[in-house]
T-cell receptor, first 113, second 108 residues
Framework: NAGVTQTPKFQVLKTGQSMTLQCAQD?????MYWYRQDPGMGLRLIYY???????DKGEVPNGYNVSRLNKREFSLRLESAAPSQTSVYFC????????????FGDGTRLSIL | RKEVEQDPGPFNVPEGATVAFNCTYS??????FFWYRQDCRKEPKLLMS???SGNEDGRFTAQLNRASQYISLLIRDSKLSDSATYLC?????????FGTGTRLLVSP
């Protein structure tokens, strides 16, 4: 029961470096999401993809790009990492329909020095 | 005003106690509501959806008050394993909006 798989689980970067966070789901879900979670801020949506081939900005998209590679995979890229992007990143997916819950990956703990 | 507001707690209760959390929301057009649970350094997991008529799942009861724009979660007979952060979540336009969570600590 893999569900939503995120890689890597931990990463330390230097300011200005780039990296891509990978996410894959095996539940045949149409919708996928990237969130960041910071102390006292709750989960904030970075980008989402309602279906394969589409992506939309969420609440905090600046400094990030995404790719919905296929139905299973949704990646998040930091082109030039900044210390303000130090956070825990969660990928999630959900089926179609108003009451469909979101299933989350284990998270990626990212530190930018 | 935040779209979803929760008391951050922590709520410290003994085992066996009954505890209730409230959550207020500002968007009266919100249609779907959920409670998620998040353990320390783990991912959020769906605890239960919240239906207009209220709903119960074992020791957990969720209620929705549209007139006052709040939802509640009642936990009866608290267990040590209930210690976690409880996130109030509503469905905005095509996406979920998360509260910052209420932390519950159940002690022996």
């Amino acid at each position: 029961n893999a569900g939503v798989t995120q890689t890597p689980k931990f990463q330390v970067l230097k300011t200005g470096q780039s990296m891509t966070l990978q996410c894959a789901q095996d539940m045949n879900h149409n919708s996928m999401y990237w969130y960041r979670q910071d102390p006292g801020m709750g989960l904030r949506l970075i980008y989402y993809s309602a279906s394969e081939g589409t992506t939309d900005k969420g609440e905090v998209p600046n400094g990030y790009n995404v790719s919905r590679l296929n139905k299973r995979e949704f990646s998040l890229r930091l082109e030039s990492a900044a210390p303000s992007q130090t956070s825990v990143y969660f990928c999630a997916s959900s089926g179609t329909g108003r009451n469909q819950p979101q299933h989350f990956g284990d998270g990626t703990r990212l530190s930018i020095l | 005003r935040k779209e979803v507001e929760q008391d951050p707690g922590p709520f410290n209760v003994p085992e066996g106690a009954t505890v209730a959390f409230n959550c207020t929301y500002s968007n009266s057009a919100s249609q779907s509501f959920f409670w998620y649970r998040q353990d320390c350094r783990k991912e959020p997991k769906l605890l239960m959806s919240v239906y207009s008529s209220g709903n119960e799942d074992g020791r957990f009861t969720a209620q929705l008050n549209r007139a006052s724009q709040y939802i509640s979660l009642l936990i009866r007979d608290s267990k040590l394993s209930d210690s976690a952060t409880y996130l109030c979540v509503l469905l905005g336009f095509q996406k979920l909006v998360f509260g910052t969570g209420t932390r519950l600590l159940v002690s022996p």
